[in-house]
């Protein structure tokens, strides 16, 4: 792990169903960012949410930040069977506007 | 296609050869990122730069690894004397100064025998 864990490591869910996976940290940041990847593929950003955000939206992505308890959440809504991927934060340092610390994700698994 | 774009995708070397490996960010991007990332893992932070200068590097980056930025738009990165342990799929991001969002290329996949 990497300053900062996801969990859980892995979700197995049925396509209609939500996903929420957590993303914890210990130091202060200034922006947090989730990913997908696909296996053996390049990660694609889904959104971004600044430390001065509480909750973001994009389609059926919910993205909540919590900066008192040092975690964020991401809620997929109404998953499908696309959505099978790993989930990654990535987060910003407040230190350095440059560097961000992933964790080793959230496997998720979407059964049709 | 104006993503980040990485060259080559894919390299099989042997132990003790030398790689460079090419990433050109979205064009008017000055950040570029190098991460490090193996099977199962997150990606590691390499390096950055910010235009041409290199302004953090990673612990992980030994002696053997150097990345350069020249003209502030292409970077590239090389491995010399590759070991086993190189073996990992390398990925570059790019971002500007005005939004945060790093965008990711495809990566390129090292393979050491």
């Known amino acids: 792990s990497q300053q900062g864990e996801e969990d859980p490591q892995a979700l197995s869910i049925q396509e209609g169903e939500n996903a929420t996976m957590n993303c914890s940290y210990k130091t202060s940041i200034n922006n947090l960012q989730w990913y997908r990847q696909n296996s053996g593929r390049g990660l694609v950003h889904l959104i971004l949410?600044?430390?001065?955000?509480r909750e973001k939206h994009s389609g059926r992505l919910r993205v909540t930040l919590d900066t008192s308890k040092k975690s964020s959440s991401l809620l997929i809504t109404a998953s499908r069977a696309a959505d099978t991927a790993s989930y990654f934060c990535?987060?910003?340092?407040?230190?350095?506007?440059?560097?961000?610390?992933f964790g080793d994700g959230t496997t998720l698994t979407v059964k049709p | 296609d104006t993503g980040v774009s990485q060259d080559p995708r894919h390299k099989i070397t042997k132990r003790g050869q030398n790689v460079t490996f090419r990433c050109d960010p979205i064009s008017e991007h000055n950040r570029l990122y190098w991460y490090r990332q193996t099977l199962g893992q997150g990606p590691e932070f390499l390096t950055y730069?910010?235009?041409?200068?290199?302004?953090?590097k990673s612990r992980l980056l030994s002696d053997r690894f150097s990345a350069e930025r020249p003209k502030g738009s292409f970077s590239t990165l090389e491995i010399q004397r590759t070991e086993q342990g190189d073996s990992a799929m390398y990925l570059c991001?790019?971002?500007?100064?005005?939004?945060?969002?790093?965008?990711f290329g495809p990566g390129t996949r090292l393979l050491v025998l």
């Open positions: 991001a790019s971002s500007s100064d005005r939004d945060e969002t790093q965008y």
């Open positions: 949410i600044r430390s001065n955000e």
């Open positions: 730069f910010q235009n041409e200068a290199q302004l953090e």
């Open positions: 990535a987060r910003g340092h407040n230190t350095n506007a440059g560097k961000s610390t």
